[in-house]
């Protein structure tokens, strides 16, 4: 068998994580995502600190689907990985 990438498999992890944390936020502070799901939330609510906080631009660069994108393709590498190097790694 071969030997895990244990490097891929950490950021497979890290990304599963930010995943995980997007879906958390968007189910309880949904007028945080407003820009990117517009119409998402539709009371008239005030809008919170946690709101503001996920808003900004550099916050919300992990919220954008980038890091799906991400975890899709390193999952596809990690558990393809074995079937087509078996042992020759």
Do not use: K
């Not at 809008?47 to 808003?55: A, F, P, Q, S, V």
């Not at 631009?57 to 994108?69: Q, T």
């Amino acid at each position: 068998m071969a030997a895990r990438d244990n490097t891929a498999d950490g950021l497979r992890g890290l990304t599963a994580i930010t995943v995980f944390l997007a879906h958390f936020f968007v189910a309880f502070f949904p007028r945080g995502f407003d820009h990117l799901y517009p119409g998402l939330q539709t009371s008239p609510a005030t809008d919170g600190t946690i709101e503001h906080i996920l808003r900004l631009p550099f916050i919300s660069i992990l919220w954008n689907g980038n890091f799906v994108c991400i975890f899709f393709v390193l999952s596809g590498y990690v558990l393809s990985r074995p079937y087509y190097f078996g042992n020759r790694l």
